[in-house]
């Protein structure tokens, strides 16, 4: 069974900087693609930033220049920087990974982590 465990949310001022990290675990043959959604209160659920297999890095505009995301294969782990946030920001994070097991590839989340942006 794999499992994605978020950290790092938390309240902060605008301007201010936050770390996530996601770790995942379990019977994890490779991880083809890591990254971050998020999904504020009567809003869509948004991919914020994704690192893929081979080297790919995707952003939304809206965090392009303020967020940074890296990926650490042998630790099992994606990290997202932010910086300069704003009010905007604030939303349920969500890690989400495509990993492959011995008998599948599955898309799997994270039970999320609360980023707050206050102004």
């Known amino acids: 069974q794999v499992q994605l465990v978020e950290s790092g949310g938390g309240l902060v001022q605008a301007g201010g900087s936050l770390r996530l990290s996601c770790a995942a675990s379990?019977?994890?043959?490779?991880?083809?693609?890591m990254g971050w959604y998020r999904q504020a209160p009567g809003k869509q659920r948004e991919l914020v930033a994704v690192?893929?297999?081979?080297?790919?890095?995707r952003y939304a505009d809206s965090v392009k220049g303020r967020f940074t995301i890296s990926r650490e294969n042998a630790m099992s782990a994606v990290y997202l920087q932010m910086n300069s946030l704003k009010p905007e920001d604030t939303a349920i994070y969500y890690c989400?990974?495509?990993?492959?097991?011995?008998?599948?590839?599955?898309?799997?989340w994270g039970q999320g982590t609360q980023v707050t942006v206050s102004s």
């Open positions: 989400n990974a495509v990993i492959a097991t011995l008998y599948r590839e599955s898309d799997y």
């Open positions: 379990g019977s994890i043959f490779s991880i083809n693609a």
């Open positions: 690192s893929i297999r081979g080297g790919t890095i």
